[in-house]
T-cell receptor, first 115, second 112 residues
Framework: DADVTQTPRNRITKTGKRIMLECSQTKGHDRMYWYRQDPGLGLRLIYYSFDVKDINKGEISDGYSVSRQAQAKFSLSLESAIPNQTALYFC??????????????FGPGTRLTVL | SQKIEQNSEALNIQEGKTATLTCNYTNYSPAYLQWYRQDPGRGPVFLLLIRENEKEKRKERLKVTFDTTLKQSLFHITASQPADSATYLCALISGGYQKVTFGTGTKLQVIP
């Protein structure tokens, strides 16, 4: 079984709809991240969480919210989806304490299309 | 503003040759630098980490250099194979705020 899983893998939705992307991990890591990837822009950090009680905004958090339901689960919500949120979304985890330079383990990605 | 540049054009190289990919940065003082591999439709996979006080790091056929004066990292794959074909991303991590920033990646194609 994959260490980091994301659901759904693909989603097509309409403008204004609320969407939730889910991420689960079995690596036992405290740290979890949400990124989006767009052609020519690379991976950009949306939110990150160092533990269940610690949530931080990344560089492009506007229009997104997150919930860390448990150590192993981190979900990303788009409250009212808009077309420019069409992208490939990745969840990632990392271990260690107090060190963001630890390697990140990425999920398989969710391809989201907002019409 | 902080900027990370990786060659956006694909790099085509003959099998068996050494592939060299470049990661340049400006207005940034990273404490660490990572390289990842990403295959189409999949998440990035970590390859190597190098610290600011390290000049070079090796792992099997991979070698990374980190020149903080030139603000550049070079990523080398020796004896390249078609299976090395993928997009390679560099990621810079600042020491103070522990912020991780990824480059846009360079696509490598190894031709048999």
């Amino acid at each position: 079984d994959a260490d980091v899983t994301q659901t759904p893998r693909n989603r097509i939705t309409k403008t204004g709809k609320r969407i939730m992307l889910e991420c689960s991990q079995t690596k036992g890591h405290d740290r979890m991240y949400w990124y989006r990837q767009d052609p020519g822009l690379g991976l950009r950090l949306i939110y990150y969480s160092f533990d269940v009680k610690d949530i931080n905004k990344g560089e492009i958090s506007d229009g997104y919210s997150v919930s860390r339901q448990a150590q192993a689960k981190f979900s990303l919500s788009l409250e009212s989806a808009i077309p420019n949120q069409t992208a490939l979304y990745f969840c990632a985890t990392s271990g260690g304490s107090g060190r963001m330079y630890n390697e990140q383990f990425f999920g398989p990605g969710t391809r989201l299309t907002v019409l | 503003s902080q900027k990370i540049e990786q060659n956006s054009e694909a790099l085509n190289i003959q099998e068996g040759k050494t592939a060299t990919l470049t990661c340049n940065y400006t207005n940034y003082s990273p404490a660490y630098l990572q390289w990842y591999r990403q295959d189409p439709g999949r998440g990035p996979v970590f390859l190597l980490l190098i610290r600011e006080n390290e000049k070079e790091k090796r792992k099997e056929r991979l070698k990374v250099t980190f020149d903080t004066t030139l603000k550049q990292s070079l990523f080398h794959i020796t004896a390249s194979q078609p299976a090395d074909s993928a997009t390679y991303l560099c990621a810079l991590i600042s020491g103070g705020y522990q912020k991780v920033t990824f480059g846009t990646g360079t696509k490598l194609q190894v031709i048999p």
